[in-house]
Structure formats: structure tokens, C-alpha cells
T-cell receptor
Framework: DAGITQSPRHKVTETGTPVTLRCHQT?????MYWYRQDPGHGLRLIHY???????DKGEVSDGYSVSRSKTEDFLLTLESATSSQTSVYFC??????????FGPGTRLTVT | GIQVEQSPPDLILQEGANSTLRCNFS?????LQWFHQNPWGQLINLFY???GTKQNGRLSATTVATERYSLLYISSSQTTDSGVYFC?????????????FGEGTQLTVNP
């Protein structure tokens, strides 16, 4: 299994609070991705990174920001959480664009 | 953007049966991957297959890029094959380094 962890694994937070999810890899892979998974929508890309400090938006980036200051860490921040951001969040990594390996996921509930 | 349709949405099999899952996509692709999400939520990369045929044990996949579809074959199914199978594609000139996922096929293998 690819060395990829996510923290926290579960979080409950209140509307309007900031939330940061962390993805950590030990594989030294160049590419890192954040997805959200919701019933009826499959997985949708939020943001991705193609190197340290190099990031770009995915299809559902509104309300989310990311940072990658080190190869091994990719942070996803919800500046002011809303109930529509209740979801399961997956991080993925890859050496190239042709492969992605997923972390265990973070279940976020915004009340 | 590129559209991905998977069929059937649900499939129930008896252990030992064979099955074929289909993925149709709306544009040319330079990246196509199949994933399995087990009942515990873990996502596993099965194949990177933008064209041609690959086999891995009881699983094989074929992509006919010119006709814009891919097939995932599962032979002699086992209960551990249960879960959701996702097809994901990256296509054209505008998608960048990002995958678009289909909504998946929910497979249940009964003993």
C-alpha cells in the first residue's frame, strides 16, 4: 500500500468554523489530490498539486483552499464550514498523472 | 467537461459467476483508470488502461479508445469482490491533471 495517511479520520464541527484536513505521504510522489465523495456524485476533484507550492483548482473548489509547503504534506482548508461541505474527503497521491493511490478518507460532518 | 457513464448501476451475483462492467466516456481520453472501493470505504487502484487490454488475476480490462468505452471483467467472482467499481478518465486538452469519475457500479457477490 502507498504510504498515505489522512488526519483527522473523523471530525464534527459547527457551521462557520474553520477546518483543516491533512494529507501526509511517505512516497515522495509529485502529485497530490483532494476529492470529496457524496452519494449520487461519485468522487469529485476539489484541488490538486503538481509540486511544492504548485496547486490548481478542480471542479468543486469553491469554499476550499489548499497549501503544499512540503512534498509530503497537502492541506485542505475550509475557511468557514457549511453544511453542504459535509462529506467524505479523500486524498490521493501519484508519481505521474497515470496513477493515483488513495488515502483512507476523512469523514467530516458540519452541523 | 468530459462525461463518464457507468453501467449497470447495480449488480448482484452469486459467488463463482462472471461479470462485465462498462464505462462510456464522451471525449477522447489520455488517462483511464479503474478503481474498487470496498465496503469499508478503501479505494484501490485496479488498472491504468487508456487503451488496450490488461489482466491481473481474475480481473481484466479492455479500453477501445476509438469507440470511447472501457470494460472491466471479473471472472469467478468472490464475496471479497463486493463494493463499488469506479471508472475515471482524464481527457482532451482542457482537463489538466485531473480525473473525472463515473458514479460507479455497486457490485454485491453473495455466497
Amino acid at each position: 500500500d502507498a504510504g498515505i495517511t489522512q488526519s483527522p479520520r473523523h471530525k464534527v464541527t459547527e457551521t462557520g468554523t474553520p477546518v483543516t484536513l491533512r494529507c501526509h505521504q511517505t512516497e515522495n510522489h509529485r502529485y497530490m489530490y483532494w476529492y470529496r465523495q457524496d452519494p449520487g456524485h461519485g468522487l469529485r476533484l476539489i484541488h490538486y498539486s503538481y509540486g511544492v507550492k504548485d496547486t490548481d483548482k478542480g471542479e468543486v473548489s469553491d469554499g476550499y483552499s489548499v497549501s503544499r509547503s512540503k512534498t509530503e504534506d497537502f492541506l485542505l482548508t475550509l475557511e468557514s464550514a457549511t453544511s453542504s461541505q459535509t462529506s467524505v474527503y479523500f486524498c490521493a497521491i501519484g508519481r505521474s498523472r497515470s496513477e493515483q493511490y488513495f488515502g483512507p478518507g476523512t469523514r467530516l460532518t458540519v452541523t | 467537461g468530459i462525461q463518464v457513464e457507468q453501467s449497470p448501476p447495480d449488480l448482484i451475483l452469486q459467488e463463482g459467476a462472471n461479470s462485465t462492467l462498462r464505462c462510456n466516456f464522451s471525449d477522447s481520453v489520455n488517462n483511464l483508470q479503474w478503481f474498487h472501493q470496498n465496503p469499508w470505504g478503501q479505494l484501490i487502484n485496479l488498472f491504468y488502461i487508456p487503451s488496450g487490454t490488461k489482466q491481473n488475476g481474475r480481473l481484466s480490462a479492455t479500453t477501445v479508445a476509438t469507440e470511447r468505452y472501457s470494460l472491466l471483467y471479473i471472472s469467478s467472482s468472490q464475496t471479497t469482490d463486493s463494493g463499488v467499481y469506479f471508472c475515471a478518465v482524464e481527457g482532451g486538452e482542457t482537463s489538466g491533471s485531473r480525473l473525472t469519475f463515473g458514479e460507479g457500479t455497486q457490485l454485491t457477490v453473495n455466497p
